[in-house]
T-cell receptor, first 115, second 112 residues
């Protein structure tokens, strides 16, 4: 099992450019999540998807869009990148079964710099 | 006020020391609680869940006080490899809408 994979690992954008961050999981998990982490801060939830075909806003959704393409894949799109979106982006997934103590598994992260 | 608050540290301790981290959370509807570990420039990984009865995993002991909305992590006999940032995490919502809320982390540096 690869677990949760993310591409790209690093990206530099200019202000106003667009890009899509890709995430895939091979654990047959129902829920998938996108977080961002800024220096000295905890992870903040951008969007999540409880199941294929559904998405919900998290704490900091402005400037982002998401697509749950199928059960495996959950992408994050920046339509017009801004310097404030410079951050490390983590994708995660989780199974529904087993109750509230199910572990959330994280991908290795994408380091994005917007100039 | 942040929903999950932690002392950012850093805690600098010698090998073999015992160190404790604390965390408070503000949402009484929080349902489950965790400590995650994050190494520098890596993704967070689950260290242990925190149950109401308290739980232990080797050198690590976690405790939860729901009345005070307080979570703790105790590390005994610290190793160099314990150096990392420890994230206090709470879980709200139900079913597929459960989402984790992270503290900003407490940095631990274990010194030889």
């Amino acid at each position: 099992n690869a677990g949760v994979t993310q591409t790209p690992k690093f990206q530099v954008l200019k202000t106003g450019q667009s890009m899509t961050l890709q995430c895939a999981q091979d654990m047959n998990h129902n829920s998938m999540y996108w977080y961002r982490q800024d220096p000295g801060m905890g992870l903040r939830l951008i969007y999540y998807s409880a199941s294929e075909g559904t998405t919900d806003k998290g704490e900091v959704p402005n400037g982002y869009n998401v697509s749950r393409l199928n059960k495996r894949e959950f992408s994050l799109r920046l339509e017009s990148a801004a310097p404030s979106q410079t951050s490390v982006y983590f994708c995660a997934s989780r199974s529904h079964s087993g109750g509230p103590y199910n572990e959330q598994f994280f991908g290795p992260g994408t380091r994005l710099t917007v100039l | 006020r942040k929903e999950v608050e932690q002392d950012p540290g850093p805690f600098n301790v010698p090998e073999g020391a015992t160190v404790a981290f604390n965390c408070t959370y503000s949402n009484s509807a929080s349902q489950s609680f965790f400590w995650y570990r994050q190494d520098c420039r890596k993704e967070p990984k689950l260290l242990m869940s925190v149950y109401s009865s308290g739980n232990e995993d080797g050198r690590f002991t976690a405790q939860l006080n729901r009345a005070s909305q307080y979570i703790s992590l105790l590390i005994r006999d610290s190793k160099l490899s314990d150096s990392a940032t420890y994230l206090c995490v709470v879980n709200r919502g139900t079913g597929g809408r459960r989402a984790l809320t992270f503290g900003s982390g407490t940095r631990l540096q274990v010194q030889p």
